[in-house]
């Protein structure tokens, strides 16, 4: 409640009685308006100081947010072409700067906004991106790891091995083809999503060809290069094409994949302009995984939904889960076998444990303390609401309620927001299911009675056999006792369920009975 009356008396201050704002940008997502505010004062605007507003139907939520200072080592040239000019100001520790920002074209046709102080300095910029020549080459990458493709465990051929490779590794090569960008002769590892930069060590420069060949094994620099352009491209336009969110991210990111001194770590850095993701090579190289690529640029997805919001133990926590579940979803999209399992490349191994969102824990038992042990079980919740949901409805759903999100709040106050888009999008047509998600993880505890009891008896079993043996029912489950049987009544299998998934061992193909509780039905296995 703090919160939401900190928001009203927030917006009703600013936008009726208070300071007056200068209205930069505004745009129409999937449901709602957003507008991009500047501060002002004295009438011109503060051009790092800017509030975010979102509307929902009636519904209002505001985001204030400054941007760090970006200097550049550039001032205006005569030779510019100057396309835009404006007075203003820059928040800087506590200090307003005068300054004027200058929009402009330089000889080569690229564009930036310098904002120069009263001594003709560039104290901040932001540059813009020019309309890239995308063109098609051709590269090998991982879909999505070599042990997903090839239904195999860490160990054996399938090791890091100092980053050698051997047959069956490269039996996990698929070729394909991605964008990327030709200029002055060279085809660049860039398009309109990412940039493979150098700007963190060790010192190892893009990956450049007078041909549109990019094909490497692991063993050879570029390889993670073209795995990185494949799979964030792949992912950013499932996310702003298939899903619809066109503005979310709307920037090239910059991506590293040889970075953070050789260390085993990767990370989503949102202070730089634009925003930058670093790939370590400790261990497995993370950029061969693609659950690493995806995870670090959901943070992404995430800082563009809901910028300033990352405060809190169970907000990070949230981020953290929301990123682990991106992975696995796009994971399950190139290969379902063991895409509850995040960075089974990276992780899993003798470098360290990964992590996993095939788990039963509840909100109700408590928090660990540890963000990404928590974050478990955040991922494992939205995994929960996809497996029962049409996936590219629950994505959408999902996807959208992340930008309600705020500083401080809790898995409940999440899911809450989940029901919320749900309700706004598809008039609340999957809150049932979504009741019975939230009850049985625990984020829900109200109207949880009815839904825990069983009902199997209900209804007919209906089911569909998926890739990787996955056995899908009709309708979800919860603690029920699921076996299946021989014609002659030899036990084959026996699992308590909570949803509708079922991973069947080993098969052979026939006719045997699925019994779930007291109901039986004969299933035939392909």
């Not at 394909?176 to 493979?196: R, S």
């Not at 990070?316 to 696995?328: H, I, T, Y």
Request: with cysteine; charged share 20%.
């Amino acid at each position: 409640m703090k919160a939401l009356a900190f928001c009203f008396v927030f917006f009703t201050s600013i936008f009726s009685f208070g300071q007056k704002l200068e209205l930069v940008y505004s745009t129409q997502s999937l449901i709602g308006k957003h507008e991009i505010y500047y501060h002002t004062h004295q009438n011109l605007p503060i051009f790092n100081k800017l509030i975010k507003k979102n509307t929902f139907s009636s519904k209002v939520h505001i985001f204030d947010t400054e941007i760090r200072l970006s200097p550049l080592n550039r001032n205006l040239l005569s030779s510019d072409t100057i396309l835009n000019e404006k007075s203003g100001f820059l928040f800087d520790k506590g200090n307003l700067i005068s300054v004027s920002a200058f929009t402009i074209m330089d000889t080569i046709g690229k564009s930036f906004t310098l904002y120069l102080n009263n001594q003709n300095y560039t104290i901040h910029h932001i540059s813009h991106n020019s309309n890239l020549k995308d063109t098609l080459i051709t590269g090998s990458v991982f879909l999505p790891d070599p042990l997903s493709s090839s239904g195999e465990s860490y160990g054996g051929s399938f090791i890091d091995s100092n980053d050698e490779t051997n047959d069956d590794i490269d039996k996990e090569l698929k070729e394909v083809q991605l964008y990327a960008t030709f200029e002055d002769g060279k085809f660049l590892l860039k398009n309109k999503h990412l940039k493979i930069s150098n700007h963190s060590a060790p010192d190892i420069q893009p990956t450049e060809r007078t041909e549109p060949i990019f094909e490497f094994n692991r063993s050879e620099i570029g390889f993670e290069e073209i795995n990185a352009l494949y799979h964030i491209s792949r992912f950013a336009d499932y996310i702003k094409d298939t899903l619809g969110f066109k503005n979310i991210v709307n920037y090239q990111i910059a991506v590293d994949v040889y970075a953070l001194n050789g260390g085993d770590q990767s990370e989503f850095i949102s202070s730089t302009n634009p925003p930058r993701l670093n790939f370590g090579q400790g261990g497995v190289d993370d950029a061969e995984d693609a659950d690493v690529l995806i995870h670090e640029y959901s943070h992404a997805v995430s800082h563009s939904a809901a910028p300033g919001t990352l405060i809190g133990y169970e907000r990070r926590a949230m981020d953290e889960g929301l990123a682990d579940f991106w992975a696995a979803a796009y994971s399950k999209m190139l290969n379902e076998y063991n895409y509850k399992e995040i960075f089974n490349w990276d992780g899993h191994n003798e470098f360290w444990d990964g992590r996993s969102i095939d788990n039963q824990k509840k909100y109700t038992d408590g928090l660990t303390g540890n963000k990404y042990e928590d974050g478990e079980l955040f991922g494992a919740l939205l995994m929960d609401v996809r497996n029962n949901i049409e996936d590219s409805i629950a994505d959408k759903i999902i996807l959208q309620s992340i930008y309600s999100w705020y500083p401080n709040m809790n898995f409940s106050d999440a899911f809450d927001q989940i029901m919320k888009a749900d309700t706004l999008m598809y008039n609340s047509e999957n809150s049932e299911i979504l009741l019975w998600v939230g009850c049985n993880r625990g984020v829900l505890t109200e109207n949880c009675q009815n839904i825990v009891e069983k009902n199997i008896s209900k209804f007919n079993i209906n089911y569909t056999l998926l890739n990787q043996g996955i056995l899908e029912l009709s309708h979800p489950t919860l603690n029920t006792s699921v076996k299946i049987f021989t014609l002659d009544g030899k036990l084959y299998f026996s699992k308590i369920l909570n949803g509708k998934h079922i991973k069947l061992p080993d098969i052979k193909q026939g006719i045997y009975i699925l019994q779930i509780d007291q109901f039986s039905e004969k299933i035939i296995i392909n």
